[in-house]
Nanobody, 115 residues
Framework: QVHLVESGGGSVQAGESLRLSCSAS????????RGWYRQAPGKPRELVAV???????TYGDSVKGRFTISSDNAKNTMYLQMNSLKVGDTAVYTC?????????WGQGIQVTVSS
């Protein structure tokens, strides 16, 4: 069973940066897309950023220009660089890898941004 583990979360001040990592316990084949999602208390889960199989990326409107998604296939790891963090970015961030026949999710990690 493949496990995804996030790291790099924590508490920061508005305007600061964090980098989240998501490591897979083993190599995943036939990946269709990798992504980050987040959920704030009382709100539905929303897409933060996705890397598609062709390398194209998609970002949620609220993070465009501030967040960058990337991946290092050799390390079975993907990243989310978050700059200029805002209080509204406070949420549990979860990584996801969608491959042919499988849909893997991490356990989530808390990011808290204070003013």
């Amino acid at each position: 069973q493949v496990h995804l583990v996030e790291s790099g979360g924590g508490s920061v001040q508005a305007g600061e940066s964090l980098r989240l990592s998501c490591s897979a316990s083993e190599t995943i084949f036939s990946i269709n897309r990798r992504g980050w999602y987040r959920q704030a208390p009382g709100k539905p889960r929303e897409l933060v950023a996705v890397i598609h199989s062709d390398g194209d990326t998609t970002y949620g409107d609220s993070v465009k220009g501030r967040f960058t998604i990337s991946s290092d296939n050799a390390k079975n790891t993907m990243y989310l660089q978050m700059n200029s963090l805002k209080v509204g970015d406070t949420a549990v961030y979860t990584c996801r890898i969608l491959s042919t026949g499988n849909d893997y999710w991490g356990q989530g990690i808390q990011v808290t941004v204070s003013s």
